[in-house]
């Protein structure tokens, strides 16, 4: 249960310095409530910034 209560702090509540201080949930929130890509090449550029963002999180 400790551990539970542990990762629920730490995706929710916890700011993470490799977000820009935002929590996991929050950039989770916010990528999933953007408006869908119209063009093809906007989508590859989001995958390019999240994959930049994976990155920088090592």
Partial sequence: MQLVRFINFYNT????KSLNNATP????????NQP????PWEFLQ?????????????
């Fill in 25 to 32: 949930y929050e950039i989770l929130n916010a990528y999933f």
């Fill in 46 to 58: 989001l995958m390019n910034s999240l994959l930049i963002l994976v990155i920088s999180r090592d």
């Fill in 13 to 16: 509540v916890k700011p993470h």
């Fill in 36 to 39: 869908l890509c119209k063009q």
